[in-house]
T-cell receptor, first 117, second 108 residues
């Protein structure tokens, strides 16, 4: 099956620093990747959609300058949380799809727990 | 935005069938019904999806009503490892919005 790898699984950083999270599709080329965040005991919230080689599309209320998304290749997307603050502490999850089609399903990474001190 | 409604929690006895309902009355013609589950602090795991016909795979069965306004996920023989939050999602590859899901508690 299609595998999505996310790294790191857990990161602790100081307030004001930037953190980069990587999302890789290991055995397929991902035309589209999605980034979600999840607070404790809540559902996943879609942050942005990215297509290889183009700018990411952010959901309403998500600061694009705060959460930088780069999708430089068909197998790698990165999310950088810039100038992180304690309120950015959350579980971040990426997902990827293999092709553009209504019948496609998403494959999810294992998530990154970000803790900002 | 999420277009589905699910009960917040359900209990099921180990070995019995778990039937998880989902309401998606505003589903449009080209949207599929997807089911995922999430075990604590992990990424969601794909279970099954369908458009209008009932579907079955090694994990579960999906029953979609004829008017497509609701569906039921069936885990035929629930085990303790099936304890998770189950999400019903309506959409296609463009956008996947998660609703609040159903916390399934499988009890011995």
């Amino acid at each position: 099956g299609a595998v999505v790898s996310q790294h790191p699984s857990r990161v602790i950083c100081k307030s004001g620093t930037s953190v980069k999270i990587e999302c890789r599709s290991l055995d397929f080329q991902a035309t589209t990747m999605f980034w979600y965040r999840q607070f404790p005991k809540q559902s996943l919230m879609l942050m942005a959609t990215s297509n290889e080689g183009s700018k990411a599309t952010y959901e309403q209320g998500v600061e694009k300058d705060k959460f930088l998304i780069n999708h430089a290749s068909l197998t790698l997307s990165t999310l950088t949380v810039t100038s992180a603050h304690p309120e950015d502490s959350s579980f971040y999850i990426c997902s990827a799809s293999r092709f553009s089609g209504a019948n496609e399903k998403l494959f999810f990474g294992s998530g990154t727990q970000l803790s900002v001190l | 935005d999420a277009k589905t409604t699910q009960p917040p929690s359900m209990d099921c006895a180990e070995g019995r069938a778990a039937n998880l309902p989902c309401n998606h009355s505003t589903i449009s013609g080209n949207e599929y019904v997807y089911w995922y589950r999430q075990i604590h602090s992990q990424g969601p795991q794909y279970i099954i999806h369908g458009l209008k016909n009932n579907e079955t795979n090694e994990m579960a069965s999906l029953i979609i009503t004829e008017d497509r306004k609701s569906s039921t996920l069936i885990l035929p023989h629930a085990t303790l490892r099936d304890t998770a939050v189950y999400y019903c999602i309506v959409g296609n590859f463009n956008k996947f919005y998660f609703g609040s899901g159903t916390k399934l508690n499988v009890k011995p």
